[in-house]
């Protein structure tokens, strides 16, 4: 974990990137291959997008710990194009699709030139989260006959969900032992999350089945002597020479119309989905460096190229491989290439092995993937916002699922923008106001505060506005957003605002909205959305504390300390300690503060990866300032994952003089001398004698936390006498140094 | 080019509800000014138009020492225009239109064209009434143009008259000016590096023209710099609405070709959301 810069420390970091890919190219291989399968296309049209991204992103890329490869949103789109364009014969469909792949590239890399990368502001969050459903529900409507090992079922979408009860009554008739395997995979799926051991989270999800399904087919033929039971028309199906037959696309329809639109379907969610992934992952880069989106866009759009000329699918920034790579230690482009290769390893020396998964599983891994785009908690979750909010996801979703991706953003916008008429009652607002500049920002000389002020209306219709100008403020500094000018400000913005709030807080800077008081709101959701009108009061039910609260109150009142319930959505202070580097906290609730605020107990909720290697995760957590500063450490339990880690480079501090702890304990940080002076043989036994907690220090404060759970209160007791202790302690020492 | 003194007022006025309110304003402004005041209507003369507007004339508390009024027929505009030329006025006020149903002012047709064509300085009063209203902070552009030495020694000229307590004067930059491109961290920073730089040299600009500015003219207000990088003419007036300034002063318009009055620019951004008061310093080129 050194934060050293230069060639030097990448050299250094080579061995991390060299893990992070090798665990990102265990998931890339059955998506890309699965990916591929969904839109009718060869098997290996995915892994050659991902090494065409993972090699050209990672040398011309704008970002930095970004997986480019083939995209979720884009199945649906070439699976349709492959369908139509060849007239009803796939493998023709397949090279006039490769064509328009080519050429979409090429408008990606005109994109990334013309600096369009601020074009995803256009698109109203909900709406597109509505388009980004109804693509979830494709996915999951066609992969579930599959997965159940039915591949008679055609029809578009709708069709295809109603067909859904009708493949699960009856897919023991056809496939039974492949179908079962493909369900069991997605139960799987679905559970992984909730086993919360370290070493099975080694290993992605989505490998597991895949190794599990090709263990199977080994174990009917190495041990039982029999034929493996799966049907062969169910198994991937490599070609042999790998090389040498490459496919050539067919540019003759380049003047058709069905061929442009879908020239430009591609294009269009290439982008969404490229622009959102690299939104969201710079929010999980523990550097917490800002990507260049259109050095990125102009990459991926090459890279598209490339693999279109190869045969492969296009390339877009993946979220959920980005995640991956983030959370095992992925810190520059690097970890990208090493991806690309490693799938090439995996095709040329394992191929054998490849084609011994069968289709059921992949589709499996699809149809959790569909889920997770169209999971009803989105729906619920944009209800909360606003009833409006809910009304456009599900205009949008309808109408990309009963007509095209296109028509569906397009119906999506326009409703959005009527809504926010209806909202208003003022078409005269926006009538007037649209084109006209409506923000001013200056940097007032006294405080040194970026002060901004924001007139009439800003929706996403002139959202892109207000972020040209906030982009221009370092992170690290105080900026000011004043809406008090400003009559209507809708959803979108309110979660862009939010964004900002993030990541000011991450880099240590200050990011404040002030003039939305005044502004009514349909529900107290911070993203709502916010119209001047007299303000309604709205009188909340408090919510009746738990049993775990009432105790945790109890025991405050107990030693004298204060006990708050409210749930804090921007807990300050933590972004600080390694723990948090590329994970996202959500909110902090039941806070128990010590009078002379030195000593606070509360409760975490924060997100790890992203997308469908998303897990919600909640945790108590002891936080205490310290009198003297500390050198920046991380004291862990030693483990199969830590040991892992070692390899990768992240060093460990031993002392030969007590083995029992280096053994037991993993003790890491950059100034390792000062860390020695740190870890006298008394604070070292203290550590031994005592039950083990995970244990940071930021140089001024000590984070403890205890396990991957809610602490109980006796937890909370055992963990605050700890706290105590080592404070105690460490005072101590101080005094010592000081004699 | 010095700045002339605003010593001969004139008011084009017409039978509004906002009549009274205007004269009592800009009789006021006359005497703080120490300025002779003409008063023109643009239609016919009758008795009872002349009884009234002679009432209220007699009900202002301080009237000017010198106090004139025409009555003109013809084109609205056209005839302004000649008579401010006739009788060698410096400052030409008028008053703005309050939208119906709109809280907002704009101005209508006739007070736009006099802009353009007027041959002084022009004031827009977007607000009268008959208690006075201290105008205690005045905004004025720093733009880099020969013009912006005698706005700027209008505006503590005036400060001065109405006894104001705060200057503050913005230099618009375009943001072309900064030339690079804020895509990642690197070009933030060098970005960032860059605005500092033009804000230095903006400043010692503008401190420098006010250095030019007699002393006792500077003396008891409390003037500030202000740098904001955006688009010129719609940032100082964004500005002067957040600020809740009393008064803006501005450049008059260079000359603008027949394709510039398509394309809105400075002042018509100013003009079509009267943020505050705003004079228009009209330069003279000749001394």
Same mark, same amino acid.
């Given at each position: 974990?050194?934060?050293?810069?230069?060639?030097?420390?990448?050299?250094?970091?080579?061995?991390?990137?060299?893990?992070?890919?090798?665990?990102?190219?265990?998931?890339?291989?059955?998506?890309?291959?699965?990916?591929?399968?969904?839109?009718?296309?060869?098997?290996?049209?995915?892994?050659?997008?991902?090494?065409?991204?993972?090699?050209?992103?990672?040398? *011309?890329?704008?970002?930095?710990?970004?997986?480019?490869?083939?995209?979720?949103?884009?199945?649906?789109?070439?699976?349709?194009?492959?369908?139509?364009?060849?007239?009803?014969?796939?493998?023709?469909?397949?090279?006039?699709?490769?064509?328009?792949?080519?050429?979409?590239?090429?408008?990606?890399?005109?994109?990334?030139?013309?600096?369009?990368?601020?074009?995803?502001?256009?698109?109203?969050?909900?709406?597109?989260?509505?388009?980004?459903?109804?693509?979830?529900?494709?996915?999951?409507?066609?992969?579930?006959?599959?997965?159940?090992?039915?591949?008679?079922?055609?029809?578009?979408?709708?069709?295809?969900?109603?067909?859904?009860?009708?493949?699960?009554? !009856?897919?023991?008739? &056809?496939?039974? +032992?492949?179908?079962?395997?493909?369900?069991?995979?997605?139960?799987?799926?679905?559970?992984?999350?909730?086993?919360?051991?370290?070493?099975?989270?080694?290993?992605?999800?989505?490998?597991?089945?895949?190794?599990?399904?090709?263990?199977?087919?080994?174990?009917?033929?190495?041990?039982?002597?029999?034929?493996?039971?799966?049907?062969?028309?169910?198994?991937?199906?490599?070609?042999?020479?790998?090389?040498?037959?490459?496919?050539?696309? !067919? +540019?003759?329809?380049?003047?058709?119309?069905?061929?442009?639109?879908?020239?430009?379907?591609?294009?269009?969610?290439?982008?969404?989905?490229?622009?959102?992934?690299?939104?969201?992952?710079?929010?999980?880069?523990?550097?917490?460096?800002?990507?260049?989106?259109?050095?990125?866009?102009?990459?991926?759009?090459?890279?598209?190229?490339?693999?279109?000329?190869?045969?492969?699918?296009?390339?877009?920034?993946?979220?959920? =491989?980005?995640?991956?790579?983030?959370?095992?230690?992925?810190?520059?482009?690097?970890?990208?290439?090493?991806?690309?290769? +490693?799938?090439?390893?995996?095709?040329?020396?394992?191929?054998?092995?490849?084609? =011994?998964?069968?289709?059921?599983?992949?589709?499996?891994?699809?149809? *959790?993937?569909?889920?997770?785009?169209?999971?009803?908690?989105?729906?619920?979750?944009?209800?909360?916002?606003?009833?409006?909010?809910?009304?456009?996801?599900?205009?949008?979703?309808?109408?990309?699922?009963?007509?095209?991706?296109?028509?569906?953003?397009?119906?999506?916008?326009? &409703?959005?923008?009527?809504?926010?008429?209806?909202?208003?009652?003022?078409?005269?607002?926006?009538?007037?106001?649209?084109?006209?500049?409506?923000?001013?920002?200056?940097?007032? %000389?006294?405080?040194?505060?970026?002060?901004?002020?924001?007139?009439?209306?800003?929706?996403?219709?002139?959202?892109?506005?207000?972020?040209?100008?906030?982009?221009?403020?370092?992170?690290?500094?105080?900026?000011?957003?004043?809406?008090?000018?400003?009559?209507?400000?809708?959803?979108?913005?309110?979660?862009?605002?939010?964004?900002?709030?993030?990541?000011?807080?991450?880099?240590?800077?200050?990011?404040?909205?002030?003039?939305?008081?005044?502004?009514?709101?349909?529900?107290?959701?911070? +993203?709502?959305?916010?119209?001047?009108?007299?303000?309604?009061?709205?009188?909340?039910?408090?919510?009746?504390?738990?049993?775990?609260?009432?105790?945790?109150?109890?025991?405050?009142?107990?030693?004298?300390?204060?006990?708050?319930?409210?749930?804090?959505?921007?807990?300050?202070?933590?972004?600080?300690?390694?723990?948090?580097?590329?994970?996202?906290? !959500?909110? #902090?609730?039941?806070?128990?503060?010590?009078?002379?605020?030195?000593?606070?107990?509360?409760?975490?909720?924060?997100?790890?990866?992203?997308?469908?290697?998303?897990?919600?995760?909640?945790?108590?957590?002891?936080?205490?300032?310290?009198?003297?500063?500390?050198?920046?450490?991380?004291?862990?339990?030693?483990?199969?994952?830590?040991?892992?880690?070692?390899?990768?480079?992240?060093?460990?501090?031993?002392?030969?003089?007590?083995?029992?702890?280096?053994?037991?304990?993993?003790?890491?940080?950059?100034?390792?001398?000062?860390? /020695?002076?740190?870890?006298?043989?008394?604070?070292?036994? *203290?550590?031994?004698?005592?039950?083990?907690?995970?244990?940071?220090?930021?140089?001024?404060?000590?984070?403890?936390?205890?396990?991957?759970?809610?602490?109980?209160?006796?937890?909370?007791?055992?963990?605050?006498?700890?706290?105590?202790?080592?404070?105690?302690?460490?005072?101590?020492?101080?005094?010592?140094?000081?004699? | 080019?010095?700045?002339?003194?605003?010593?001969?007022?004139?008011?084009?006025?017409?039978?509004?509800?906002?009549?009274?309110?205007?004269?009592?304003?800009?009789? /006021?402004?006359?005497?703080?000014?120490?300025?002779?005041?003409?008063?023109?209507?643009?239609?016919?003369?009758?008795?009872?138009?002349?009884?009234?507007?002679?009432?209220?004339?007699?009900?202002?508390?301080?009237?000017?020492?010198?106090?004139?009024?025409?009555?003109?027929?013809?084109?609205?505009?056209?005839?302004?225009?000649?008579?401010?030329?006739?009788?060698?006025?410096?400052?030409?006020?008028?008053?703005?239109?309050?939208?119906?149903?709109?809280?907002?002012?704009?101005?209508?047709?006739?007070? /736009?064209?006099?802009? #353009?064509?007027?041959?002084?300085?022009?004031?827009?009063?977007? !607000?009268?009434?008959?208690?006075?209203?201290?105008?205690?902070?005045?905004?004025?552009?720093?733009?880099?143009?020969?013009?912006?030495?005698?706005?700027?020694?209008?505006?503590?000229?005036?400060?001065?008259?109405?006894?104001?307590?705060?200057?503050?004067?913005?230099? %618009?930059?375009?943001?072309?000016?900064?030339?690079?491109?804020?895509?990642?961290?690197?070009?933030?920073?060098?970005?960032?590096?860059?605005?500092?730089?033009?804000?230095?040299?903006?400043?010692?600009?503008?401190?420098?023209?006010?250095?030019?500015?007699?002393?006792?003219?500077?003396?008891?207000?409390?003037?500030?710099?202000?740098?904001?990088?955006?688009?010129?003419?719609?940032?100082?007036?964004?500005?002067?609405?957040?600020? #809740?300034?009393?008064?803006?002063?501005?450049?008059?318009?260079?000359?603008?070709? *027949?394709?510039?009055?398509?394309?809105?620019?400075?002042?018509?951004?100013?003009?079509?959301?009267?943020?505050?008061?705003?004079?228009?310093?009209?330069?003279?080129?000749?001394?």
């Amino acid at each position: 974990m050194s934060n050293k810069t230069g060639f030097a420390a990448s050299l250094k970091s080579l061995p991390k990137n060299l893990f992070s890919g090798f665990v990102v190219s265990l998931i890339a291989l059955p998506l890309g291959l699965g990916l591929a399968i969904a839109s009718e296309a060869p098997p290996l049209a995915g892994i050659i997008a991902a090494v065409a991204g993972g090699v050209v992103v990672s040398i *011309f890329g704008g970002s930095h710990v970004t997986i480019a490869g083939p995209g979720n949103g884009l199945v649906i789109v070439l699976l349709a194009a492959i369908t139509t364009l060849g007239g009803g014969n796939l493998f023709e469909g397949y090279l006039y699709t490769l064509a328009a792949i080519i050429l979409s590239g090429v408008l990606l890399f005109v994109f990334g030139i013309l600096r369009l990368g601020a074009m995803s502001e256009f698109f109203p969050a909900t709406a597109l989260q509505g388009m980004l459903a109804a693509i979830g529900i494709g996915i999951l409507a066609k992969q579930f006959h599959i997965m159940l090992g039915i591949r008679s079922v055609s029809g578009d979408t709708i069709d295809q969900l109603m067909a859904i009860p009708d493949s699960f009554l !009856n897919f023991l008739a &056809f496939h039974p +032992f492949s179908g079962l395997i493909g369900f069991l995979s997605l139960v799987f799926l679905f559970l992984y999350s909730k086993i919360r051991n370290p070493y099975f989270h080694l290993i992605p999800a989505p490998m597991w089945v895949v190794v599990v399904s090709i263990g199977i087919g080994y174990y009917y033929n190495l041990v039982l002597k029999q034929a493996t039971p799966i049907d062969p028309e169910l198994l991937i199906k490599i070609p042999d020479q790998l090389f040498t037959n490459l496919p050539r696309p !067919n +540019f003759n329809k380049w003047y058709d119309l069905d061929f442009l639109g879908v020239v430009l379907s591609i294009t269009l969610v290439a982008i969404i989905e490229s622009l959102l992934s690299i939104k969201a992952v710079d929010k999980l880069d523990p550097k917490k460096r800002r990507s260049n989106v259109n050095k990125d866009l102009r990459a991926l759009g090459l890279a598209s190229i490339v693999s279109g000329f190869l045969g492969g699918l296009n390339v877009v920034t993946v979220i959920a =491989r980005s995640s991956v790579n983030v959370n095992n230690g992925g810190t520059n482009r690097s970890a990208n290439f090493f991806h690309a290769a +490693f799938l090439v390893l995996f095709v040329v020396f394992l191929g054998d092995q490849i084609q =011994r998964i069968p289709l059921t599983v992949l589709a499996a891994i699809l149809v *959790f993937t569909g889920y997770r785009l169209a999971t009803p908690e989105n729906l619920l979750r944009v209800y909360k916002i606003g009833p409006e909010q809910a009304l456009i996801f599900v205009v949008t979703l309808a109408s990309t699922l009963f007509t095209s991706l296109i028509t569906g953003i397009v119906i999506g916008i326009v &409703f959005t923008f009527i809504v926010h008429l209806f909202l208003s009652k003022n078409i005269i607002l926006f009538s007037l106001n649209i084109f006209k500049p409506n923000v001013l920002m200056y940097l007032e %000389e006294q405080s040194g505060n970026y002060y901004v002020s924001v007139k009439n209306f800003c929706t996403f219709l002139n959202f892109y506005k207000l972020k040209a100008k906030l982009d221009q403020v370092p992170e690290t500094e105080h900026a000011i957003v004043d809406f008090s000018l400003c009559d209507f400000v809708d959803h979108t913005v309110m979660e862009g605002i939010h964004d900002y709030q993030r990541s000011f807080s991450r880099k240590g800077g200050n990011f404040e909205t002030i003039g939305l008081d005044i502004h009514a709101a349909e529900t107290q959701h911070p +993203f709502a959305v916010r119209k001047t009108l007299p303000i309604n009061v709205l009188l909340g039910l408090q919510n009746a504390l738990s049993n775990r609260q009432k105790s945790l109150e109890g025991f405050a009142n107990q030693i004298g300390w204060e006990y708050n319930p409210e749930l804090n959505n921007n807990p300050e202070g933590l972004d600080t300690f390694l723990f948090f580097e590329s994970k996202v906290i !959500n909110y #902090r609730i039941n806070s128990l503060l010590k009078p002379d605020k030195t000593f606070s107990v509360f409760d975490l909720s924060f997100s790890e990866g992203a997308f469908i290697t998303k897990e919600d995760l909640k945790a108590t957590f002891l936080f205490f300032k310290v009198n003297q500063p500390l050198p920046v450490f991380v004291l862990d339990k030693e483990d199969l994952k830590t040991t892992l880690y070692q390899w990768a480079g992240f060093d460990d501090i031993n002392f030969t003089k007590y083995p029992d702890f280096s053994k037991r304990f993993h003790l890491s940080g950059n100034d390792s001398k000062a860390i /020695r002076k740190l870890f006298t043989p008394e604070l070292i036994y *203290f550590f031994e004698s005592h039950p083990f907690f995970h244990i940071e220090s930021n140089g001024r404060a000590l984070l403890i936390k205890g396990k991957d759970r809610l602490s109980s209160l006796q937890e909370v007791k055992m963990m605050l006498s700890f706290a105590e202790d080592l404070h105690l302690l460490l005072s101590h020492r101080g005094k010592k140094v000081q004699e | 080019m010095a700045f002339k003194a605003f010593k001969k007022l004139l008011f084009g006025f017409a039978f509004s509800p906002s009549l009274k309110a205007n004269v009592f304003e800009v009789t /006021r402004l006359a005497s703080f000014l120490d300025a002779s005041l003409v008063f023109v209507h643009i239609g016919s003369k009758t008795d009872e138009k002349e009884q009234q507007f002679q009432n209220i004339l007699e009900e202002c508390p301080d009237i000017p020492p010198n106090v004139e009024l025409f009555w003109r027929q013809g084109k609205p505009v056209d005839s302004l225009v000649n008579i401010c030329k006739e009788l060698d006025i410096d400052l030409l006020l008028l008053g703005a239109l309050k939208r119906e149903k709109m809280v907002k002012f704009y101005l209508g047709s006739i007070a /736009r064209q006099l802009t #353009r064509k007027a041959p002084c300085s022009v004031l827009l009063m977007l !607000n009268p009434s008959i208690d006075r209203h201290p105008c205690k902070h005045i905004v004025v552009n720093g733009f880099d143009s020969p013009q912006t030495k005698e706005t700027i020694e209008a505006a503590f000229e005036v400060g001065q008259a109405l006894k104001s307590e705060k200057l503050t004067l913005v230099e %618009e930059v375009s943001e072309s000016r900064v030339a690079v491109a804020v895509s990642d961290d690197r070009s933030l920073r060098k970005a960032t590096l860059r605005k500092e730089k033009i804000n230095r040299e903006e400043k010692l600009r503008v401190v420098d023209i006010v250095k030019k500015i007699p002393d006792q003219k500077v003396q008891g207000l409390n003037w500030t710099t202000q740098s904001i990088f955006g688009r010129r003419g719609y940032s100082i007036g964004h500005y002067a609405r957040v600020v #809740r300034a009393d008064l803006l002063v501005m450049n008059a318009q260079e000359e603008s070709s *027949f394709l510039q009055r398509f394309f809105p620019k400075d002042l018509e951004h100013i003009l079509a959301e009267l943020p505050t008061d705003v004079l228009i310093v009209q330069s003279h080129k000749d001394e």
